[in-house]
């Protein structure tokens, strides 16, 4: 549990390590540029459960406890330096894991030299589907590569609901080009048929990273009859989308993946980002004791009065929970060893977001699945409300407490398919 009278000095004092007998886990992801409120928070989520975990003693490796230390790198969003680092982090032979990547290309670009040497990786907090279905695809037999994160095909699951729900018929798609905005409007689409074909998409349209006029797409949207914009998308180029409804007289509500809940996204949208709609596995809110402890630690430690993006941050705190689980039952550091054990877990795990109950299973090409730890049931809907992320459905703020105080329940397939 936190004590954040006394965290802050804990933090730093317990990420300073440099001794021979540690466990070495790398945090990836962008920590500078438009995606970095992703790459800090999933980094520095982390960085609070280890550091705990370090106040404790560390972890209980066979007869003797050890701390963790950490090796921190910036990808800068960039596939080219993603791939670098990757190569860097698989030439280590001491490294137990990775944690981290926020950027689907970057997945793609990089984890192949990861799987190459069976270094351990959780992505996080990565949910474009091509992160996993890229192995496979391959027709790889033995998979190193895990998820920590809500793929793609559960959210776009939701969004096409959402906006169902809501009565709309009528629907602009709009997505970024990027590897992530493709594949997701791949997955909405996908969606919309699988679900019936409630929605008629009446128009879709596409940006480039660092666009800043969006008003050629939303006038066309506008003209089809759009009454909402269903938007797979990275970065402050969401805020655009936004402030040019606003500029045009146009009131369709985003509805789109979790990147919606950024701050560069809300901030820069202000009251024009109002009622925008997104998939979430943590919403800050302390609805129980343990989510007041890690928003209290986080905006203490790292002294903000609001996460950057506190999917990411929950995500970045459990996933270190997993994965020092999975080297506490291995009795080893050896990555290879830790991946089996975090393929069969045998003890619950606590985390912020909730108690893991054999998240993961033995990989298996056929069913991605395997190596997804996050089911439906542990996701909800968040809307935008002046300037922070609340739940959009009271009945989700209920299922989102009964979740994250009991243990769920052991790996099962899922209904909604990775694709």
Known sequence: MFRPSVYGSLLF????LHAGDTVKIALTGPFSGGSAPMGTSARDGSKLAIAEINAAGGIQVGGKKMKIEIIERDDEAKNERGALIAQELAAMGDLTGVIGTVNTGVCMAGDKHLQEKGITKIICPAAGSKSMTQWSEAGVKDCSIFRFAAYDGIQ???VVEEATNRKFTKVAVIYDSTNYGISGRND?????KKQGNKLTVVAEEKFNIGDKDMTAQLLRAK?????????????PELAAISNGEAK?????????GWTLSMSNYIDNAGKNGNGTL?????????ITPKAKAFINGYHLTFKVGRIPSAVAAAQGYDAVYLLAAAVKQAGSTD??????ALEDLKEPVQGVIATWNHPYTKWDPADVTTHEAFRREQVVMGMVKDGRVVFGNEADRARLIKSATSATPAKVKAKTKAK
Not at 13 to 16: D, I, R
């Open 278 to 286: 997104m998939p979430q596995t943590f919403i800050e809110d302390p």
């Open 335 to 340: 990555t290879r060893k830790v991946k089996l």
């Open 13 to 16: 004092a317990a990420l300073g």
């Open 156 to 158: 776009a699951a939701m």
């Open 248 to 256: 045009i007289g146009m009131k369709a509500p985003l509805i789109g």
């Open 223 to 235: 003209s089809a009859g759009a009454q909402a914009i269903l938007i797979w998308a990275i970065g």
């Open 188 to 192: 909405m689409l996908d969606q919309i």
